[in-house]
């Protein structure tokens, strides 16, 4: 299993440590910022790591801002993807059970790094269900569908496509 993961400067600590966790499983990941403490935008990232997923070389994405709300709304505005922002385990594990999530949003102002942890843990070893509950999850695919709207070309702003901050970055430049 290969993991994206991504934060906003608010999230960069416990991305951070749930990195070491996932060196120490040894399960692959890759970082996609933010880098650094500066400032940053996170539908931006969320955006990033979830064209990761949907190239299909990701298998799921783990994204992190201050409440993981922020992040949970901007993945889940992608279709085909389900992102769960959770703040204990059990949740966590019944969103891939029977939601079949591929994005775990966690807010690194209301969990510590210990229960960011657990919550990661029970996430990556739950396994989806299936059975009734792809009825369900079909139904919220036709749900992205009904409101695709597919004439008119989808703005993009320049912010929307700034570089990220690196760590060589001006901190005074935001
Ligand atoms: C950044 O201050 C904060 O708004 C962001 O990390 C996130 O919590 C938004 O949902």
Same mark, same amino acid.
């Given at each position: 299993?290969?993991?994206? @993961?991504?934060?906003?400067?608010?999230?960069?600590?416990?991305?951070?440590?749930?990195?070491?966790?996932?060196?120490?499983?040894?399960?692959?990941?890759?970082?996609?910022?933010?880098?650094?403490?500066?400032?940053?935008?996170? /539908?931006? @990232?969320?955006?990033?790591?979830?064209?990761?997923?949907? =190239? =299909?070389?990701?298998?799921?994405?783990?994204?992190?801002?201050?409440?993981? %709300?922020?992040?949970? %709304?901007?993945?889940?505005?992608? &279709?085909?993807?389900?992102?769960?922002?959770? =703040?204990? &385990?059990?949740?966590?594990?019944? =969103?891939?059970?029977?939601?079949?999530?591929?994005?775990?949003?966690?807010?690194?102002?209301?969990?510590?790094?210990?229960?960011?942890?657990? @919550?990661?843990?029970?996430?990556?070893?739950?396994?989806?269900?299936?059975?009734?509950?792809?009825?369900?999850?079909?139904?919220?695919?036709?749900?992205?569908?009904?409101?695709?709207?597919?004439?008119? &070309?989808? /703005?993009?702003?320049?912010?929307?496509?700034? &570089?990220?901050?690196?760590?060589?970055?001006? /901190?005074?430049?935001?």
């Amino acid at each position: 299993m290969k993991i994206a @993961i991504g934060s906003d400067h608010a999230g960069l600590a416990l991305k951070e440590a749930l990195k070491a966790y996932l060196d120490s499983r040894m399960i692959p990941y890759e970082d996609f910022g933010t880098h650094t403490q500066e400032s940053c935008d996170y /539908p931006r @990232i969320a955006e990033i790591v979830c064209k990761a997923i949907l =190239s =299909s070389e990701f298998d799921r994405g783990i994204l992190i801002c201050g409440t993981g %709300i922020g992040m949970s %709304i901007a993945a889940n505005k992608i &279709p085909n993807i389900r992102a769960a922002a959770c =703040s204990e &385990p059990y949740s966590a594990i019944l =969103s891939k059970r029977h939601n079949n999530s591929n994005v775990l949003c966690m807010g690194a102002r209301v969990v510590a790094s210990g229960l960011a942890t657990l @919550i990661t843990e029970g996430w990556l070893n739950a396994s989806y269900e299936g059975e009734r509950h792809q009825r369900r999850v079909d139904m919220l695919t036709r749900i992205e569908q009904r409101y695709a709207i597919p004439v008119i &070309p989808h /703005p993009v702003k320049e912010e929307d496509t700034n &570089p990220l901050p690196t760590a060589n970055s001006d /901190p005074e430049g935001n």
